[in-house]
């Protein structure tokens, strides 16, 4: 299983270009998620996903739009790149199934690094 | 805002027990608590997870106040490769997953 898989792994953009964040999972999972994280900080919710063709604002939304069209991919877009975007991206998924075994345990991919300059 | 709240980092001597506490007073029935480990440039990586009981797995263990109000992850023995950021997070279906800043785990050799 690959898991969770995100391209680029890094990428500089200019102020005022857009771009794609690519996500993808392997494992059926319904739930997937996009976080950044500011360099020392915590994970901030940016967007999530309970199903294809649902998603849902997290905590810090502006500046971003997601679709979900199929159960594995979950782009994250970014219109009109700003210095405040540079931060690292996480995508992660989850089952949906609440029980003692699974848990819901979130598999996250290894990060996108992005710069805006 | 995160439903836990933890200390924002802890120190701990190589080879000595480390325990990092987790409050979640506004717990619900149906959260599980999940405990995550961030590693230097890595993405967060599932660490153990429990409704009641206590848990253990070959990581960790996991201790649950009986009002499921706190909790506690504990490493039976400190390595220098646990040093890593720790979060606790409450986990409940169809529902966005908020995590705090987490517990920066220093280990001291």
């Known amino acids: 299983n690959a898991g969770v898989t995100q391209t680029p792994k890094f990428r500089i953009l200019k102020i005022g270009q857009s771009m794609t964040l690519q996500c993808t999972q392997d494992?059926?999972?319904?739930?997937m998620y996009w976080y950044r994280q500011d360099p020392g900080m915590g994970l901030k919710l940016i967007y999530y996903s309970v199903g294809a063709g649902i998603t849902d604002k997290g905590e810090v939304p502006n500046g971003y739009n997601v679709s979900r069209s199929t159960t594995e991919d979950f782009p994250l877009r970014l219109e009109l790149a700003a210095p405040s975007q540079t931060s690292v991206y996480f995508c992660?998924?989850?089952?949906?199934?609440?029980?003692?075994?699974?848990?819901?345990?979130?598999?996250f991919g290894e990060g996108s690094w992005l710069t805006v300059v | 805002d995160a439903k836990t709240t933890q200390p924002n980092s802890m120190e701990s001597n190589e080879e000595e027990p480390v325990h990092l506490p987790c409050n979640h007073s506004t717990i619900s029935g149906t959260d599980y608590i999940h405990w995550y480990r961030q590693l230097p440039s890595q993405g967060p990586e599932y660490v153990i997870h429990g409704l009641t009981s206590n848990v253990n797995n070959r990581m960790a263990s996991l201790a649950i106040a009986e009002d499921r109000k706190s909790s506690t992850l504990i490493l039976h023995r400190a390595t220098l490769r646990d040093a890593a950021v720790y979060y606790c997070?409450?986990?409940?279906?169809?529902?966005?997953?908020?995590f705090g800043p987490g517990t920066s785990l220093s280990v001291i050799p």
């Open positions: 997070i409450l986990k409940t279906s169809y529902d966005k997953v908020i």
């Open positions: 494992m059926n999972h319904n739930y």
């Open positions: 992660a998924s989850s089952w949906d199934r609440v029980d003692s075994y699974s848990g819901n345990t979130i598999y």
